[in-house]
């Protein structure tokens, strides 16, 4: 049975993208309630993750981490009702997103891995894309529910697998931007225009929508956040608990997690995770 605009839905945590998801939906003409630790205001506010999730047919979760959404699911376990269908968009470790399905299949509701990609714009927008993890067919079921948030659904297999490939695609933006801020670092100091390499690097292979974004904002030490350090950072943790549990050897993710946990430590934490060029600004 599809999710309804007329059903009740749950968004859990209202954080840069949960805030913006559940505006949409409301403004669509969804039925949202909607849930944070810190209240934000929002139309459809509970008190409590536990009053959000009460019959509502689904419940989409944007919290911040693994031990935020473990936190929150040990309060809603017990209300999870056979009919639900509870999605994990938090970037969370597989082991995780793997304990949350066994939690669902023990309730009898229905469970997607639907992290996503995309950062506020792209969210106020409604132009994010969700990679899926599990049944096909639940997927297919909330298709009217994502489009309002998402431009692109795309499926990448059994539940886990949407896990693997949002912690893939963070470690290419991690050392990416890194990689930039050095580029920009050694370009500048020998006297040559940021601007220059700009118009290099969209010429050249090397350039990407992500070089694009980011290379006049680090250049104007402009950080307002899209994507957060920390975010980005826990993110990069979880990514190297993937790699030695395939017993794969990642340096440059290694180097990248030690310098975005420097630079974290040193209080940037919640700026946008280009801030990893700070250091490197006169």
């Excluded at 082991?95 to 992290?115: H, S, Y």
């Excluded at 180097?255 to 060029?277: I, K, T, W």
Aim: net charge neutral; charged share 15%; hydrophobic share 45%.
């Amino acid at each position: 049975m599809n999710v309804e605009s007329s059903d009740k839905v749950a968004v859990l945590g209202l954080g840069i993208i949960g805030s913006r998801v559940g505006l949409r939906l409301t403004d669509a003409g969804w039925r949202v309630a909607c849930w944070n630790r810190t209240p934000k205001g929002l139309a459809g506010e509970a008190a409590t993750p536990e009053e959000a999730v009460t019959g509502a047919a689904a419940i989409a979760i944007y919290l911040k981490d693994a031990p935020a959404l473990r936190e929150v699911i040990a309060r809603i376990e017990a209300l999870l009702q056979p009919e639900q269908i509870v999605l994990n968009h938090s970037t969370v470790d597989l082991v995780t997103t793997q304990w949350l399905e066994r939690i669902c299949l023990a309730r009898g509701c229905r469970f997607l891995d639907a992290p996503f990609t995309g950062s506020k714009v792209a969210a106020g927008n409604g132009q994010l894309v969700y990679y899926i993890g599990g049944d096909p067919v639940v997927a297919g079921e909330l298709e009217s529910f994502l489009s309002v948030t998402s431009k692109t659904r795309l499926y990448c297999g059994p539940v886990g697998a949407a896990t693997v490939i949002k912690l893939a695609t963070n470690l290419l933006s991690a050392c990416t931007v890194q990689a930039m801020a050095e580029s920009l670092a050694i370009t500048t100091r020998h006297g040559v225009p940021a601007e220059c390499l700009i118009r290099a690097v969209a010429q050249n292979f090397s350039g990407s929508p992500l070089a694009a974004m980011k290379f006049p904002t680090m250049v104007a030490g402009n950080f307002e956040t899209h994507f957060s350090l920390s975010n980005m950072c826990k993110d990069s943790r979880y990514m190297l608990a993937l790699a030695e549990a395939a017993g794969v050897q990642t340096p440059a993710i290694e180097a990248v997690s030690c310098r975005m946990g420097e630079l974290c430590a040193a209080g940037l934490g919640e700026l946008d995770y280009s801030v990893l060029a700070k250091p490197y600004l006169a």
